[in-house]
């Protein structure tokens, strides 16, 4: 063999393995990628997310971590910059300020407005329920500059703010949410603004209001607001008694995207939906399908998670055998306290299971009720999510005839008393006589 052929051997063999090598390594990477829960229920969305805030628990997502357009969903993080230059005293919600000469230079002509005009003067407060609830662009951009003296430096600040609430995959480039490539968020990320939003006293309160009036100024006759989250629109087709507030926004690459919050019985709810398309209403109408698509899951939540009683202690759990009883064979076992855990119906019903103990098979009368009979335990996931006492549901009496009846050794020891009697009354009998 030539020494050519058998460098051209040895070739082969390191490709071999280097194909051998990448084919392993390749699908290693493609089976370690989590599939996304199956939650029975699917949203019509790009991405989405709906978080219980009172337990701090994720409720539903979808593809929650893709990096999304978020359109005018992005005047929330404007908004929160604003608050916390408030906070820090930089300047009130009641100071005036008037719109600078440019406040449209990046908005295209079909971008939604206020009709605000350079030089107009208003509060801070009245921009903010300008930009909050009509979603005017221009509005964002006046705010901006009054803050920072600058667009792109307040742009810097949201980025920023964004930041510090933990936002990893997100960069903003304006302050309303045209589309731009390099302007993107995720669902996951917009819920962790959200929140802030909703916990923050000013712009909660003006995101949740359906209709504002701006008095007239210098510039502009009175202008009447009004909200458009249809969420909230007492006498519209998709109103929904529970919601609280949001943000909505749409651009042709974003979809149509909502950020909204809702509270039933106590539990708040922050639904962020991302990329619907339109949707047609029984009544001919085309909306925003972020409103249906919103108010279904938080439907779909509400109803299927709740505290399940994961250790009911009015059901019981067994009948333990009793020997005996008077009048009775067996008593109900049931788990001295109750285990309710937050949870969907049916990671109950499928995934819970329980370990019963119990300190003997058959109970011996008499049984008080209330006593220690065993332990049962509610496992979730191997993990140990609730436990309880077992006891006697009532009081079980002793009889001495049915321990007659039951007993063998109770029984023979009659018996062998009874023979023992009669072997004495024998022999005594016999002694008499002699």
């Known amino acids: 063999m030539t020494t050519f052929k058998r460098i051209k051997i040895q070739y082969i063999r390191v490709l071999t393995v280097l194909l051998v090598f990448l084919t392993v390594f390749s699908n290693f990477s493609s089976i370690t990628v989590f599939a996304e829960e199956d939650y029975g229920y699917e949203a019509d969305v790009i991405s ?23 359109a005018s969903t992005t005047k929330v993080l404007m908004a929160l910059v604003v608050a916390s230059s408030i906070e820090e005293g930089a300047y009130s919600l009641d100071d005036t300020f008037a719109a600078y000469d440019e406040l449209y230079f990046d908005i295209p002509w079909d971008g939604s407005t206020a009709n605000i005009q350079p030089g107009e003067v208003m509060t801070v407060r009245e921009f903010l329920y300008c930009a909050l609830m009509v979603s005017a662009n221009e ?4 705010l901006a500059v009054n803050d920072s003296g600058s667009v792109d430096a307040f742009v810097e600040k949201m980025n920023e703010k964004a930041a510090e609430l933990g936002c990893e995959n997100s960069h903003f480039s304006d302050t309303h949410g045209i ?26 309160e003006i995101i949740t209001t359906p209709e504002y009036v701006v008095p007239e100024n210098n510039k502009s006759e009175e202008r ?46 922050i639904c962020i939906v991302m990329g ?68 969907r119906k049916s990671e109950a019903e499928k995934w819970v299971t329980y370990e019963v103990k119990f300190k003997k098979d058959t109970l011996n009368a ?28 009532e009081d079980v009496k002793f009889s001495l005839g049915q321990m007659f009846k039951e007993s063998t050794l109770m029984k023979l020891l009659v018996l062998s008393t009874i023979v023992l009697v009669l072997t004495v009354l024998f022999r005594i009998i016999l002694f008499r006589r002699k």
């Open 48 to 70: 989405a997310i709906v978080v219980n805030e009172t337990r701090d628990k994720v409720l539903y997502e979808k593809e929650a971590d893709k990096q999304i357009y978020p």
């Open 139 to 142: 509005a964002c951009n006046a």
């Open 179 to 204: 589309y731009h490539d390099d302007h993107y968020t995720t669902a996951r990320d917009m819920y962790r603004i959200f929140s802030a939003v909703m916990n923050d006293p000013i712009l909660s």
């Open 224 to 269: 009447e607001l009004y909200n458009t989250n249809m969420l909230i629109d007492s006498e519209g087709p998709l109103y929904y008694e529970y919601a609280l507030g949001g943000k909505t926004g749409y651009t042709e690459e974003a979809g149509c995207c909502l950020v909204s919050a809702a509270e039933k019985d106590g539990e708040r709810l």
């Open 276 to 343: 619907a398309d339109f949707a047609d209403l029984e009544d001919g109408r085309r909306v925003p399908g972020s409103f249906v698509e919103a108010k279904e899951l938080y439907e779909w939540c509400y109803s299927e998670y709740g505290d399940q009683p994961l250790i009911d202690p009015t059901q019981p759990v067994a009948s333990l055998p009793v020997r005996y009883g008077k009048d009775v064979h067996s008593v109900d076992v049931i788990p001295k306290e109750g285990t309710y855990v937050y949870m």
């Open 366 to 393: 008499p049984v008080r009720a209330g006593e220690k009979v065993g332990t049962i335990d509610a496992v979730y996931n191997g993990e140990l999510i609730g436990s309880s006492k077992l006891i006697a549901a």
